[in-house]
T-cell receptor, first 114, second 117 residues
Framework: AQSVAQPEDQVNVAEGNPLTVKCTYS??????LFWYVQYPNRGLQFLLK????DNLVKGSYGFEAEFNKSQTSFHLKKPSALVSDSALYFC????????????WGLGTSLAVNP | GAVVSQHPSWVICKSGTSVKIECRSL??????MFWYRQFPKQSLMLMAT?????????EQGVEKDKFLINHASLTLSTLTVTSAHPEDSSFYIC?????????????FGPGTRLTVL
């Protein structure tokens, strides 16, 4: 069965420090991988995606993620966290093919402390 | 980027009434829209896939007669919660995928907070 795991409910990091939000997946075939962010009282916003090519993907707001096929992971990273990065982050996966449904992780709440 | 709107952003209704939520793609045509439900501090739960000009495809466990979906045009899908009950209170989110998007990126509406008294 296809699934996405975000093992941490919450991540706390000091402003200016690097941050990592973890995501692992299980899907048959080649995956499409996505990160979305949800700010309080706002809709989901797309951050970045991996489809093919370079394993390191750069996205919005200085975020990046690395696709690791052997570890089936797609961790979200940022070199220097900002307080404004505090939000709920969702990892999602979709397998190639005609099925357009995304499989979502449970989300990780990121708190960046000043 | 593509913009998706939802209306209303929040609604409070009495138990037993029906509530309609609109999802519009503002600057692109969407043959497919998705309706999600999100509980507090939980992930998105896909309810159904809305297909323009045909019946929606519902996920297992989602009542078709309870959650009516109409995708009447390429820019509008509606979700009607019929005979709403307090347990239907939730955050409902729609998304749309531009047909030219080869990477299946979805654009999300801001969500609708439904509270059933």
């Amino acid at each position: 069965a296809q699934s996405v795991a975000q093992p941490e409910d919450q991540v706390n990091v000091a402003e200016g420090n690097p941050l990592t939000v973890k995501c692992t997946y299980s899907v048959s075939g080649n995956p499409y991988l996505f990160w979305y962010v949800q700010y309080p009282n706002r809709g989901l916003q797309f951050l970045l995606k991996y489809i093919t090519g370079d394993n390191l993907v750069k996205g919005s707001y200085g975020f990046e993620a690395e696709f690791n096929k052997s570890q089936t992971s797609f961790h979200l990273k940022k070199p220097s966290a900002l307080v404004s990065d505090s939000a709920l982050y969702f990892c999602a996966v979709r397998r190639t093919g005609n099925n357009r449904k995304l499989i979502w992780g449970l989300g990780t709440s990121l708190a960046v402390n000043p | 980027g593509a913009v998706v709107s939802q209306h209303p952003s929040w609604v409070i209704c009495k138990s037993g009434t029906s509530v309609k939520i609109e999802c519009r793609s503002l600057d692109f045509q969407a043959t497919t829209m998705f309706w999600y439900r999100q509980f507090p501090k939980q992930s998105l739960m896909l309810m159904a896939t809305s297909n323009e000009g045909s019946k929606a495809t519902y996920e297992q466990g989602v009542e078709k007669d309870k959650f009516l979906i109409n995708h009447a045009s390429l820019t509008l899908s509606t979700l009607t919660v019929t005979s709403a009950h307090p347990e239907d209170s939730s955050f409902y989110i729609c998304s749309a995928r531009p047909p030219a998007s080869g990477n299946n990126e979805q654009f999300f509406g801001p969500g609708t907070r439904l509270t059933v008294l």
